[in-house]
């Protein structure tokens, strides 16, 4: 089963939110997921 593979373009603000939103911790665990995926962690 082949998954479809996006290129995501982030600018460097949303970069620094989606980490911050990662590195503290207090939102809801499928958002940090979501974070995750996108900054390819």
Excluded: F, P, S, W
């Amino acid at each position: 089963m082949n998954t479809k593979k996006y290129i995501v373009r982030l600018t460097d603000e949303e970069r620094t939110m989606l980490k911050d939103l990662t590195d503290k911790g207090k939102a809801a665990a499928a958002k940090i997921k979501h974070a995750n995926v996108l900054l390819k962690i």
